[in-house]
């Protein structure tokens, strides 16, 4: 899981973070939820620290399988934002007005703009204030942190540009004081200087200035510089990753991207997941930054580096997703739908979408994936019914004029 989503997986039992924003997984069951569960918001645990990502991740996914959400679901989320266009992990009196005590942050809003961005222009003006509230935090050195003013950092940086792009922004031309979010991304990429982690990215510089890989951070820096959402998308097949390359000085981020790319592959290679752990704890497999990697690595075309990982967390990612609810559910909808021979309806014996959908309000229409192939088919159906319907009618007819005769 990433660093976004840290407090909120310490109050559900599954993951903490600790450190540079390594988080882990953790065993126990979830404690009851310390505030009532709203209508229309989708899971069961305690929405206090991650409400509002859940529920954006949640409808992202439903939109990838062309699932039609609740109403209510969609009136939730928006209802979250605060005047100013940002949000919080999770505001229990949506009708009291924001005030210094909600504390807003980057990683909430930025989640939330990708799913009302692709509610199709239902919440443009919504998205359009969230934006304008984004760019306004930007850092001078380009990036973003957690926190409004707080340090960049990679993780961060990386969903807002996701933000951005799906709410159809030139991310190169977001700019502070001349710096733009590639320009926070490479002084967090380690140096092509041979090392085993050269260019991978590091959440944050160390007390020290210095740069450790983290997975999470590279994950969340390779979808940014992208352009990808939180999603993903299935890429035509690419290439493996070439060597470790210095990146330029302009505004793309292909190299930084596919350097980052390489550093994933190399980590999942051994077992075909990530793993973590706590201070004097075993390692142990690390679902979400998997899954995350996953999707990283599909929507660059990697889908041979993908593919081990892919087929562990189909044999692996039941129980976790079980414990995780919505934002688990929906983060292996993301795997499925961008990594190459996946099926969503069948990933490790489970219907992906049925099981997301139970965890929220009933949905309004649902199909197979993005193709209209569910509306295809209504259609098809009522031209057979319409036709079934008038050779009934003829016949009927026809047989009262044969009587009649």
């Given at each position: 899981?990433?660093?976004?989503?840290?407090?909120?997986?310490?109050?559900?039992?599954?993951?903490?973070?600790?450190?540079?924003?390594?988080?882990?997984?953790?065993?126990?069951?979830?404690?009851?939820?310390?505030?009532?569960?709203?209508?229309?918001?989708?899971?069961?645990?305690?929405?206090?620290?991650?409400?509002?990502?859940?529920?954006?991740?949640?409808?992202?996914?439903?939109?990838?399988?062309?699932?039609?959400?609740?109403?209510?679901?969609?009136?939730?989320?928006?209802?979250?934002?605060?005047?100013?266009?940002?949000?919080?992990?999770?505001?229990?009196?949506?009708?009291?007005?924001?005030?210094?005590?909600?504390?807003?942050?980057?990683?909430?809003?930025?989640?939330?703009?990708?799913?009302?961005?692709?509610?199709?222009?239902?919440?443009?003006?919504?998205?359009?204030?969230?934006?304008?509230?984004?760019?306004?935090?930007?850092?001078?050195?380009?990036?973003?942190?957690?926190?409004?003013?707080?340090?960049?950092?990679?993780?961060?940086?990386?969903?807002?540009?996701?933000?951005?792009?799906?709410?159809?922004?030139?991310?190169?031309?977001?700019?502070?004081?001349?710096?733009?979010?590639?320009?926070?991304?490479?002084?967090?990429?380690?140096?092509?200087?041979?090392?085993?982690?050269?260019?991978?990215?590091?959440?944050?510089?160390?007390?020290?200035?210095?740069?450790?890989?983290?997975?999470?951070?590279?994950?969340?820096?390779?979808?940014?510089?992208?352009?990808?959402?939180?999603?993903?998308?299935?890429?035509?097949?690419?290439?493996?990753?070439?060597?470790?390359?210095?990146?330029?000085?302009?505004?793309?981020?292909?190299?930084?991207?596919?350097?980052?790319?390489?550093?994933?592959?190399?980590?999942?290679?051994?077992?075909?997941?990530?793993?973590?752990?706590?201070?004097?704890?075993?390692?142990?497999?690390?679902?979400?930054?998997?899954?995350?990697?996953?999707?990283?690595?599909?929507?660059?075309?990697l889908h041979d580096q993908a593919a081990k990982p892919l087929r562990w967390l189909e044999t692996h990612a039941k129980a976790w997703a079980a414990r995780g609810g919505p934002a688990a559910y929906a983060q292996l909808v993301f795997v499925a739908t961008t990594a190459k021979g996946a099926d969503v309806h069948d990933f490790g014996g489970q219907d992906l979408v049925s099981l997301l959908n139970a965890t929220g309000p009933e949905v309004r229409a649902a199909s197979d994936g993005n193709d209209g192939s569910s509306e295809v088919a209504w259609a098809v159906g009522g031209a057979l019914l319409v036709v079934a319907a008038a050779g009934a009618v003829?016949?009927?007819?026809?047989?009262?004029?044969?009587?009649?005769?």
């Amino acid at each position: 899981m990433n660093v976004r989503r840290s407090a909120a997986a310490l109050a559900v039992g599954i993951t903490v973070t600790v450190s540079a924003a390594t988080p882990v997984a953790a065993a126990g069951p979830s404690p009851s939820p310390s505030v009532a569960i709203p209508a229309g918001l989708y899971g069961t645990s305690d929405p206090t620290y991650d409400g509002v990502w859940r529920q954006s991740l949640a409808l992202l996914a439903q939109d990838a399988v062309g699932v039609r959400p609740a109403d209510s679901a969609v009136a939730w989320l928006a209802g979250q934002q605060c005047a100013d266009g940002a949000f919080a992990a999770f505001r229990a009196d949506p009708g009291k007005a924001c005030d210094a005590k909600v504390v807003v942050d980057t990683n909430s809003t930025a989640a939330a703009v990708q799913a009302l961005a692709a509610l199709a222009g239902s919440h443009d003006a919504r998205v359009a204030r969230a934006v304008a509230w984004l760019k306004s935090v930007e850092n001078p050195d380009g990036g973003w942190g957690y926190s409004p003013g707080g340090a960049s950092d990679a993780n961060s940086t990386g969903v807002v540009m996701d933000a951005l792009g799906a709410a159809g922004v030139t991310v190169p031309n977001v700019r502070k004081d001349g710096k733009s979010p590639y320009d926070a991304l490479r002084k967090l990429a380690l140096p092509c200087d041979g090392g085993t982690d050269a260019g991978a990215f590091a959440y944050q510089p160390d007390k020290k200035g210095g740069l450790v890989a983290n997975a999470d951070a590279t994950a969340a820096a390779v979808l940014g510089l992208a352009g990808q959402s939180l999603a993903g998308s299935r890429r035509d097949d690419a290439g493996a990753p070439a060597d470790c390359a210095r990146p330029d000085s302009g505004a793309s981020g292909t190299t930084l991207s596919r350097n980052g790319a390489r550093w994933l592959t190399r980590a999942l290679a051994k077992d075909g997941h990530l793993t973590t752990a706590l201070p004097g704890a075993e390692p142990q497999p690390d679902y979400g930054n998997t899954a995350d990697a996953v999707v990283a690595l599909s929507s660059l075309g990697l889908h041979d580096q993908a593919a081990k990982p892919l087929r562990w967390l189909e044999t692996h990612a039941k129980a976790w997703a079980a414990r995780g609810g919505p934002a688990a559910y929906a983060q292996l909808v993301f795997v499925a739908t961008t990594a190459k021979g996946a099926d969503v309806h069948d990933f490790g014996g489970q219907d992906l979408v049925s099981l997301l959908n139970a965890t929220g309000p009933e949905v309004r229409a649902a199909s197979d994936g993005n193709d209209g192939s569910s509306e295809v088919a209504w259609a098809v159906g009522g031209a057979l019914l319409v036709v079934a319907a008038a050779g009934a009618v003829l016949f009927v007819r026809g047989r009262g004029r044969g009587r009649q005769q």
